[in-house]
């Protein structure tokens, strides 16, 4: 996915062995990534265990940050979807024993496919 197409929000969903390959430093043993998307240089990837945002940062993204949240710790969460001048989407979280929820946007063209996935593994 270019650059060009990732400011006009055209977020996609990242092939499976395409993101376990850069991504798999970080992963427990026997976890595995079922699902991912990304939008120009973060992503979300869903393993069977846990939600796992990476913020790329700097100008050459090699310097990143991995927000984990296991699936058992969240107590709800919400999607806000974008109107028609609005490009992004909000995904909020709460996780037990925080009081504000960890919050991050993303392109709303994901949005329902966003949550159901994390639905299908809050609601397990």
Excluded: C
């Amino acid at each position: 996915m270019g650059l060009f197409s990732g400011i006009l929000g055209n977020a996609s969903k990242i092939d499976n062995d395409e993101i376990s390959e850069e991504f798999g430093k970080v992963l427990a043993p026997n976890e595995r990534v079922e699902h991912a998307y990304q939008l120009i240089r973060d992503y979300f990837v869903f393993t069977d265990k846990r939600l796992v945002v990476v913020n790329k940062q700097g100008i050459t993204g090699t310097k990143m940050e991995f927000h984990s949240i296991p699936y058992k710790s969240v107590t709800h969460f919400s999607i806000e979807t974008g109107g028609p001048l609005d490009l992004d989407a909000d995904l909020k979280i709460w996780i037990s024993s925080t009081a504000e929820p960890f919050a991050q946007k993303f392109n709303k063209r994901l949005s329902y496919e966003v949550q159901a996935v994390l639905a299908s593994y809050v609601l397990k």
